[in-house]
Structures are given as structure tokens and as C-alpha cells.
């Protein structure tokens, strides 16, 4: 059984990469992953800046920092990687799904997280791979 639902929550959906992208593109799941060495099976956006800008930042692949703005297309779940797996509830607003989203525009001016911040989840984030606690569900 499919657990995926219709995204109850309305409002502006973000995309946050390093990947180059146009107006009208789709990203669609079964391509590489942001964010480990594999192809995965989920879109994933977020319908906070924030949880957008760490998704830039933490992208493997391109230079420059990117956040979309992005419109779902079909159902969308809960991310687990940043919900009741690891934490509870949904409070980064962070959402999968197997379904396209379209690119409907760039967010142009965003602030990033501030060197503290960044060091702060890079630190956290080697220790949880040192732990094998890196996991990425997808």
C-alpha cells in the first residue's frame, strides 16, 4: 500500500541545490542524488527557506547555491530523514515525493547560514558518518 498523500500544506515549495536549472523543468525522481553516490527515488522540497538553503549547501554536485522555488505535481509524504525518524514531528516543513516537481522560478537573493551555523552542521553531521548514523531513507 502507497503511504504517500495529497500535501495538505499550501503555500510556496522550495528546491534547494548546486544543480543549474531552468524555468519550466522538471526534476523527477530515478536521477542522481543530491546528496549521496546513487540514484534516488524521491523529489524532495521543503516549504521553509531554511531547510531550502541547507539542501543548497549540502549538495554534492555544481558550485553555486541555488534555491528553487518549485510547484508539486502530484502526491507527497512526510521526509522521513528529517521527521519522525530522527526527529519528531515536521518542523522543517520537509517533504518526498514520486512525483515531478516543476521549476517555476530561482529564489535570487537568500542569505545563507552563517559560518557558525555551517560549521556547526558539518561537525554534526561527520560525527553521525563516523557513527554510520548518515543514513539517507529514500
Do not use: C
Not at 549521496?36 to 554534492?60: C, E, P, R
Not at 512526510?78 to 514531528?89: A, I, Q
Amino acid at each position: 500500500m502507497d503511504n504517500q498523500t495529497t500535501l495538505q500544506e499550501k503555500g510556496t515549495f522550495f528546491h534547494g541545490t548546486k544543480a543549474e536549472l531552468q524555468i519550466g523543468d522538471f526534476l523527477k525522481p530515478l536521477y542522481e542524488s543530491n546528496y549521496q553516490d546513487k540514484k534516488s527515488n524521491h523529489i524532495y522540497v521543503t516549504a521553509t527557506i531554511d531547510a531550502a538553503k541547507w539542501g543548497a549547501k549540502l549538495a554534492t554536485s555544481g558550485s553555486k547555491e541555488r534555491i528553487y522555488i518549485v510547484e508539486p505535481t502530484g502526491n507527497f509524504e512526510n521526509d522521513p530523514n528529517v521527521t519522525d525518524k530522527r526527529f519528531p514531528g515536521n518542523a522543517a516543513r520537509s517533504y518526498r515525493s514520486k512525483s515531478p516537481v516543476k521549476i517555476i522560478a530561482e529564489l535570487g537573493k537568500w542569505e545563507r547560514h552563517t559560518d557558525e551555523e555551517i560549521t556547526y552542521m558539518m561537525t554534526s553531521l561527520n560525527t553521525l558518518r563516523e557513527q554510520g548514523k548518515a543514513t539517507i531513507y529514500d
